[in-house]
């Protein structure tokens, strides 16, 4: 699994560790929703605060 993290357009060096954390996380709870394909390959998540 590659995870990605851009902090106000900035690319943010994180380490496997990490990439595993929120990634398993993020695919964990949208494999949950109604619509998703159990298939999918890309999962985009962008956060405004």
Known sequence: M?????VDGKSIDINRF?????GSTVVG?????R???????EILLKIKK
């Open 2 to 6: 590659e995870v990605e993290l851009t």
């Open 35 to 41: 619509g998703v394909d159990e298939g999918c390959t």
């Open 29 to 33: 709870a949208t494999g949950t929703l």
């Open 18 to 22: 990490v990439q595993d954390i929120l």
